[in-house]
Nanobody, 120 residues
Framework: QVQLVESGGGLVQAGGSLRLSCAAS???????MGWFRHAPGKEREFVAA????????YYADSVKGRFTISRDNAKNTVYLQMNSLTPEDTAVYYC??????????????WGQGTQVTVSS
């Protein structure tokens, strides 16, 4: 079992930045980690992922160049640095642990989500 707790969401003006954190506990060894988001009226979408082995990262086209995912395995924490935010980034952001590569983004465990609201 893996438990995930997100933090760092909030209200920010367009063009601003936020850093989300995801603290993991339990049997975290070997899991790839990812961030997903769910906006009202839209389906949940993949945002970014980082492999357990090698640390390779993947990003949705909509966030490339603006968002950066990183992980500190010693602290069992994953981060999502979000810069140049736009109102289109408004959503509930979820952290997930599972198997993620270029073709697969499978979350086996999910956090409760943190709200990010970007005002224009």
């Amino acid at each position: 079992q893996v438990q995930l707790v997100e933090s760092g969401g909030g209200l920010v003006q367009a063009g601003g930045s936020l850093r989300l954190s995801c603290a993991a506990s339990g049997r975290t060894f070997g899991y790839d980690m990812g961030w997903f988001r769910h906006a009202p009226g839209k389906e949940r979408e993949f945002v970014a992922a980082i492999r357990w082995t090698g640390g390779r990262t993947y990003y949705a086209d909509s966030v490339k160049g603006r968002f950066t995912i990183s992980r500190d395995n010693a602290k069992n924490t994953v981060y999502l640095q979000m810069n140049s935010l736009t109102p289109e980034d408004t959503a509930v952001y979820y952290c997930a642990a599972g198997f993620m590569n270029a073709a697969t983004r499978r979350g086996d465990y999910w956090g409760q989500g943190t709200q990010v609201t970007v005002s224009s």
